[in-house]
């Protein structure tokens, strides 16, 4: 009587299988995340920038600077969410001239600290002097 040959996969094979995919994972996968957190800091670039735009416009017809509310970012109630919603928006008043605005990390962006520097606090502070703001800090704005 022949023997049948049964194809498929031996025990070995598979570990071995399961092995390179799991050394595959532990190398790929914190990359990955930190590709991702970096990407997501545009949705904190892109607030600050859309919040500035609307404090120059709200200076044009006032005297000083506005608050959050004042400008018409007020997306209900604090905290006040970026577009996407990785980053909460603050506005601080310095001075008739100046104000800084500050994107701070929420949910798994708060995470954003692999950088050099840690990116889980962005702000744009604009003078007088420094009329396009100063980015701080300036290696996560750098993507």
Not at 52 to 76: M, W
Not at 128 to 135: C, V
Request: proline residues 4%.
């Amino acid at each position: 009587m022949k023997k049948k040959h049964i194809r498929g996969f031996s025990l070995m094979e598979m570990l071995i299988v399961v092995a390179i995919v799991a050394i595959l994972t532990a190398v790929a996968l914190p990359s990955f995340l930190d590709s991702i957190r970096k990407a997501r800091r545009s949705d904190a670039g892109d607030a600050l920038l859309y919040i500035q735009s609307l404090q120059e416009k709200y200076r044009a017809n006032h005297t000083t600077f506005g608050t959050i509310v004042q400008i018409g970012y007020d997306t209900g109630s604090a905290p006040y969410p970026s577009n996407e919603g990785h980053y909460n928006m603050t506005v601080t008043v310095g001075s008739a001239v100046a104000y800084t605005i500050t994107a701070t990390a929420t949910g798994g962006q708060a995470n954003d600290t692999s950088n050099p520097v840690n990116c889980t606090s962005l702000t744009l502070v604009v003078s007088a002097t420094d009329p396009r703001g100063t980015k701080n800090p300036a290696a996560c704005w750098s993507n």
